[in-house]
T-cell receptor, first 118, second 110 residues
């Protein structure tokens, strides 16, 4: 247990469905992240929320929409996904990065949601 | 652009020492992280380097040379449970972006 939980753990959806992934952290952190992990590809950062400020990532398609209602919760809303979006989606949290911060703001990852798009 | 390279796979024997290299070319640098990821599990933090030199933590050590864009993770007294993927990641733009390498899959043999 890392203090970061994700639900659901597994999700199968059709291309026309709308679903949401949920992440919750119990570590008192003030930064949260969504990552995509596909087979044989590096872990890819999708979105960052830091002190509830969102950092844009222009390479993420608009069919992925994040929401951070408070510093403990993070959502990823999914709609009209494609089969190539099938992957493991990992949430992480950390103390907001500051230069010289001990540990550099190490990230704590949740167990992930295994998403399959049919 | 951002690029991080690591060997894809390595094999070592239980009790031995192994060094996993990482080279990076990134637009900016605010520190380098190493994470361990067992199959089917989430990554877990191992080490962080922001200044040149060696950081030691028990059986694991990590080295950084910023001028060379190079880091390595050194694992001593290898155990079977060290079989995992090791991910090198660089923080750029003051935590607004983290670039991960492809990971090195380490197999520890008896």
């Amino acid at each position: 247990e890392t203090g970061v939980t994700q639900t659901p753990r597994h999700l199968v959806m059709g291309m026309t469905n709308k679903k949401s992934l949920k992440c919750e952290q119990h570590l008192g952190h003030n930064a949260m992240y969504w990552y995509k992990q596909s087979a044989k590809k590096p872990l890819e950062l999708m979105f960052v929320y830091s002190l509830e400020e969102r950092v844009e990532n222009n390479s993420v398609p608009s069919r992925f929409s994040p929401e951070c209602p408070n510093s403990s919760h993070l959502f990823l809303h999914l709609h009209t996904l494609q089969p190539e979006d099938s992957a493991l989606y990992l949430c992480a949290s950390s103390v907001k990065f500051l230069p010289g911060l001990a540990g550099g703001g190490e990230q704590f990852f949740g167990p992930g949601t295994r998403l399959t798009v049919l | 652009g951002q690029n991080i390279d690591q060997p894809t796979e390595m094999t070592a024997t239980e009790g031995a020492i192994v060094q996993i290299n990482c080279t990076y070319q990134t637009s900016g640098f605010n520190g380098l992280f190493w994470y361990q990821q067992h199959a089917g599990e989430a990554p877990t933090f191992l080490s962080y380097n922001v200044l040149d030199g060696l950081e030691e933590k028990g059986r694991f050590s990590s080295f950084l040379s910023r001028s060379k864009g190079y880091s390595y993770l050194l694992l001593k007294e290898l155990q079977m449970k060290d079989s995992a993927s090791y991910l090198c990641a660089v923080s750029v733009n003051y935590g607004q972006n983290f670039v991960f390498g492809p990971g090195t899959r380490l197999s520890v043999l008896p």
